[in-house]
Nanobody
């Protein structure tokens, strides 16, 4: 089983950058696809990005494509989310999770959720 801890959130101005990290413990990390989701106040948790177990394949939500990059280091057991050109609408709590089964784009396909890290983007 994988346990996940996110970090790297903070407050930035629009146009700025942040790099989120998701540190994992557990033997199955390197064989698990991983995903980043976010949840803004009053909204449902939504898909942001996912990466295959090898790091070769990645997918992004249309809203972040071209601005965010997901990557992973299986030796360090860490998944990253580099966020550039941040917008106020990116403000949310960001969560990482381990893929279990089903569609990559839905929260129900993931488990072992971290506690989340807050990202606030001001205009």
């Amino acid at each position: 089983q994988v346990q996940l801890v996110e970090s790297g959130g903070g407050s930035v101005q629009a146009g700025g950058s942040l790099r989120l990290s998701c540190a994992a413990s557990g033997r199955t990390f390197s064989s698990s696809a991983m995903g980043w989701f976010r949840q803004a106040p009053g909204k449902e948790r939504e898909f942001v990005a996912r990466i295959s177990w090898s790091g070769v394949t990645a997918d992004y939500a249309d809203s972040v494509k071209g601005r965010f990059t997901i990557s992973r280091d299986n030796v360090k057991k860490t998944v990253y989310l580099q966020m550039n050109s941040l917008k106020p609408e990116d403000t949310a709590v960001y969560y990482c999770a381990a893929y279990l089964r089903g569609s990559y784009y839905y929260t129900g396909a993931y488990g072992n959720w971290g506690q989340g890290t807050q990202v606030t983007v001001s205009s």
